[in-house]
């Protein structure tokens, strides 16, 4: 039985240049958990915990039914209250984000949810599995760049990105969109990667 490896599958998505470019997604389904506050605190860490032991037990399910797939990378979109693009510039205290983790096509809402009510019988103190959702994103239309350092050098990149969709006459139209193709734990910061995604759309002229 061949496991579906999503990262090559989906290159496009998985993979950026170090400079700016324009790519365009369809309708993808996650198992997804939102939460607000500092990524260092318990909060983050229990919620990923949360959607990672779901995201396993899908992948149960799917390889009994010999549609095995490897768990890729976590995500996350990022926004604080009245201005997506603004999370940096605020307290970490007020970040709100959504933690992700892509599905096969073949995942269900209902496999999702079969695979959230096991994990809360197996564990039981993490309760915030029961947040965990199977949700469809369409980011459409988006400009994205791989981000080799720390998070703390984040702005460096993004003001790359915000120049390049001013020249190119586009506007944002979503979430700040993380995927961390790196483990932290295992890795100089100076190493990390990050791809770093805005949805955009094209700015309307006005004829006059």
């Not at 198992?31 to 983050?44: R, Y």
């Not at 369409?138 to 984040?154: F, K």
Request: some cysteine; proline content about 6%.
């Amino acid at each position: 039985m061949d496991k579906l490896d999503l990262a090559k599958t989906y290159k496009t998505y998985y993979t950026a240049p170090t400079k700016p470019q324009i790519v365009e997604f369809e309708p993808i389904s996650y198992v997804t958990i939102v939460g607000k506050g500092d990524p260092n605190d318990s909060t983050f860490a229990n919620a990923t915990e949360a959607l990672y032991t779901v995201a396993y037990g899908v992948k149960g399910y799917c390889k009994k039914a010999e549609q095995d797939f490897t768990v890729p990378k976590l995500e996350g979109q990022w926004w604080v209250d009245g201005d997506p693009r603004t999370a940096l510039e605020v307290p970490r205290e007020e970040w709100h984000w959504k933690l992700l983790i892509r599905m096969p096509v073949f995942v269900t809402a209902e496999l999702v949810e079969e695979a959230r009510n096991g994990a809360l019988l197996k564990k039981k103190e993490l309760k915030v599995i029961a947040d965990v959702r199977h949700e469809t994103i369409h980011e459409g239309l988006c400009v994205q760049m791989l981000h080799v350092g720390p998070y703390a050098t984040e702005p460096e990149t993004l003001a790359q990105m915000e120049h390049f969709i001013s020249q190119e006459q586009l506007s944002y139209r979503g979430l700040h969109h993380e995927i961390y193709l790196s483990d932290p734990r295992k890795i100089d910061p100076a190493k990390m990667k990050t791809i770093l995604r805005y949805p955009v759309q094209a700015i309307e002229v006005v004829k006059g």
